[in-house]
Structure formats: structure tokens, C-alpha cells
């Protein structure tokens, strides 16, 4: 399958990426601090998945265990929903792929719940902005390398660690397709070529300090490896020769 897509496949991943984007905000709006668990948000987004007619592109993706990856204040990603309420203060990563008609999105978005800390929300804040500094760099006759760079300088530049063991990656009738690596580190001009009609993932992981993390025994949960807090945000685009298009909006 080629990695550039036609206007009817990008239609497809639209489809999905609208599901996307509404399991994620109903998993926010969702969220009641002290009774509300990762678990539960887990179930609701299995439930609008269905009612959409999609499936969950992470349940059972090389074993992961649930249909969404709910990462909690140093959780980084890849968290198994458990039965643990989340809190006041805490920080979310809602993390949701959707695949209707074989064809996926792939999205996240790290929610504060009720009042959270000034340190945690200008977290929240830069990660977001990378983000938007990144998209704004997906653009044909860019590289991967070009995307890259714009978020690792615009995170480093606030004092915060980018997550390098982690990528973003194409994406289409397979969850991870080509290019099969969209870093958020890197040089400009290096890296695969943006062509009009890729359709990718763009998704910075922010540090509040180290870029490193550890695994856990799950063999799933990544943390911070010093123990601070972390946020991811991410949207499948599609590149064209002006400004990307953000498939995982409603």
C-alpha cells in the first residue's frame, strides 16, 4: 500500500479520525474526579466506538490488552486502563484509534482534571503548541526531519524533555504504516519526504524533565524516569502542498 493516499481513502480515515476526536472528548467530559476510573473511560469509548460501526485499533495490537491507552500524570503512554479514580489535579492522556471500514486515526489529548498545578498546566500548554508547531511543518517537499526539529526546538526551548524512544509513524489501513518513523527530535532536512496525500501522525511526548523513561513489568506502561509528569497530544493529518489537513477533529 502506498504511503501517499487518494481523496477518497483520506474521506475513509476522516470517517475514523471523527470517532476519534469524539471519544475523546466524551472521555473528558466524562471524567468526575475521585470516582471516575481509567477502566470506566476505557468502556465508554469501546461503546461509541461500536455505535460508530468501527473497532478499537489498540485492543489486542500486539497483545495490548484494552481498547484505549489511558496515561496518568508520569505515565508517559501505553497505560492499561485500571481501577484506580482519577483525582483532582491529576493530568490524562486519552489515547484512542479507531479503524471503521479497515481504515485507522489515531489521536490523543492529555486533559487536566479540575484544578491542576500552574507547572502542570504550562506543561499541558507547550505540549500542545509543539504540536502545532510540528503540523505546521507537514508540509510536501518537507522531511520527517523538518517536523522533528520544530518540536524538539520549541519543547527544549521552555526547559522540557522530548521523548525519543517514541515516534509518530504514517498511518492508513495499517495502524503503523509509512513512513514508519515521524520523530519529534531531529535535523532539518533529514528524514523521509512529505508528499501531498500521506496521511501521518504527528504526536509529541513531553517531559517536565528527563526525556528519558523506563518500562514497566507490564511490558506496556512507559513513565518519566525521574518520576515527573508528562503530556502527549497528537492528530492524524494529511499532507498537502499548503497546510495539513487534521483528519481527528469532529
Sequence with gaps: MSAVKTKAQIEKIRTSGKVVARCIRMMSEAIVPGKT??????ALAAKIIAEAGGVPSF????????NTCISVNKVVVHGIPNDIPIQEGDIVSLDVGVMIDG???DGAWTVPVGEVSPEA?????VTRAALDQGIAKARAGNRTGDIGHAVQRYVEAHGYGVVQELVGHGI?????????????FGKPGKGDLLKEGMTICV??????GTFRVVTLPDGWTLETADGKLSAHFEHTIAVGRGPAEILTVE
Design 59 to 66: 485492543l489486542n495490537y500486539r497483545g495490548f490488552p484494552a
Design 103 to 105: 481504515w485507522h486515526a
Design 203 to 208: 504526536e509529541p511526548m513531553v517531559n517536565q
Design 172 to 184: 492508513g489501513q495499517h495502524l503503523h504504516d509509512e513512513p514508519h518513523s515521524v520523530p519529534n
Design 121 to 125: 498546566r504550562r506543561l499541558l500548554n
Design 37 to 42: 476510573t481509567p477502566a470506566e473511560l476505557d
